[in-house]
């Protein structure tokens, strides 16, 4: 993950307002991207001609490349072009090991928290469907079966905290990540991939931003480990890819 901070600077009194609106209409199009995670836009106490807009993005390459090389881009742009002149940085940061969230921490699993394994089979139902009628990615799926929505509803029940019926019947991890070998996808497909698991999640998972947000970073993690191992041809030992990986709120879990 890539964090982007913006900072303005508003001197006239009667333009923050017309940034505010800029910054609500340009958010439909940060919301509307697989590659940014989070954003918001604060306002300056001590100095309020000082706003900071704070982006996370999954990568700066996706921010630079994917994000501003797509389809989105260019309406954010022109809701903000009248203030492109009032900012005074715009920079890209690494997060540090030091953080923490104030208040009562999250007790329930993703599994509990997305709705169970029901939730999970509707998620992946509608994604397949998209996927399936995509031009990207429909070429990598030409050996679909019905079954495999189900495998991977379950396969994400035990990733997000749920039953390890995956584990016990389906191979584990060394079974999923072997379904994967000689694909070759390519970063157009994960970024695809990545678009239309979003649209998937919009629609399927509750209005809770924190927890859509940590579900696409898991799978924007495990695509990338996905494609990877795509490129070695079928049947490559992968030795011993480890037990299959667990995600909580912060991420991977040992």
Do not use: N
């Not at 000082?50 to 990568?59: D, G, Q």
Request: negative net charge; hydrophobic residues 35%; glycine residues 10%.
């Amino acid at each position: 993950m890539t964090l982007e901070y913006i900072r303005y600077r508003i001197s006239a009194p009667e333009r923050r307002a017309a940034f505010e609106r800029a910054y609500t209409d340009a958010a439909a199009w940060l919301d509307a991207s697989p590659y940014c995670l989070g954003y918001d836009l604060s306002h300056g106490v001590e100095e309020p001609e000082r706003y900071v807009l704070r982006i996370e993005w999954t990568s700066q390459e996706d921010h630079e490349k994917g994000f501003r090389g797509g389809p989105h881009f260019p309406p954010f742009l022109e809701s903000v072009r009248p203030f492109i002149g009032d900012i005074e940085e715009m920079r890209h940061y690494a997060p540090t090991p030091v953080h923490g969230s104030a208040g009562t921490p999250r007790q329930e699993t993703l599994f509990e928290a997305v709705g169970g394994e029901d939730a999970l089979r509707r998620l992946s139902g509608t994604f397949y469907t998209l996927v399936l009628a995509d031009p990207v990615l429909a070429p990598v799926f030409t050996a679909f079966t019905p079954e495999h929505r189900e495998h991977v509803a379950v396969w994400l029940a035990e990733v997000f905290g749920g039953p390890a019926d995956f584990t016990e019947r389906l191979g584990g991890h060394q079974a999923l990540l072997r379904s994967h070998l000689g694909l070759s996808i390519t970063e157009e497909q994960r970024a695809r991939w990545m678009e239309l698991m979003d649209q998937a999640v919009r629609r399927e998972l509750p209005e809770d931003a924190r927890l859509r947000r940590t579900v696409l970073e898991y799978f924007d993690w495990g695509t990338r480990i996905a494609r990877g191992v795509s490129q070695s041809p079928a049947g490559t030992d992968l030795g011993d890819p480890g037990p299959t990986p667990r995600w909580g709120w912060d991420g991977e879990r040992a």
